[in-house]
């Protein structure tokens, strides 16, 4: 089983992400929120509307930059480099906190429109 990306299909700058995870990560599945159950996943929806989740493919799930680490290192030898350091514990706080602070801001983004923001 390959790790699983979920994301939010009504935000440009969410979509724009994970096509290119669709283009240059053929070991990540990818589907919308919307076209899961998220419960049988075991998913947090609200969760999931803040932070994009992965599910591994042992069943857990990860949430933000440990999802897009998780993603990094089901692509190639660059990626997986930059998805070690960046689920690595020193770069925790760090990437933790500028993965809040894009979501926070995804709708003034290149790609993002007003139905990126979290507070629609």
């Known amino acids: ?33 919307t076209a899961v159950d998220l419960a049988a996943l075991r998913v947090d929806g609200v969760r999931a509307e803040q932070e ?3 599910i591994r493919p042992d069943g857990g799930v990860v949430y933000g930059h440990e999802a897009w680490a998780g993603i990094l290192l ?17 770069l ?3 990437a933790a ?3 809040a602070w894009i979501a926070r801001h995804r709708h003034r983004l290149p790609g993002g429109t007003p139905a990126c923001s979290l507070d629609s």
């Open 52 to 54: 994009m989740p992965l």
């Open 97 to 99: 906190a500028t993965y």
């Open 92 to 94: 925790r706080r760090p």
């Open 1 to 33: 089983m390959r790790p699983l990306a979920l994301y939010d299909p009504d935000c440009g700058f969410c979509a724009r992400w994970i096509g290119l995870v669709r283009h240059h990560v053929p070991g990540v599945a990818v589907a919308p929120l």
């Open 74 to 90: 089901a692509g190639p030898a660059p990626a997986r480099w930059a998805g070690a350091l960046l689920g690595s514990r020193a």
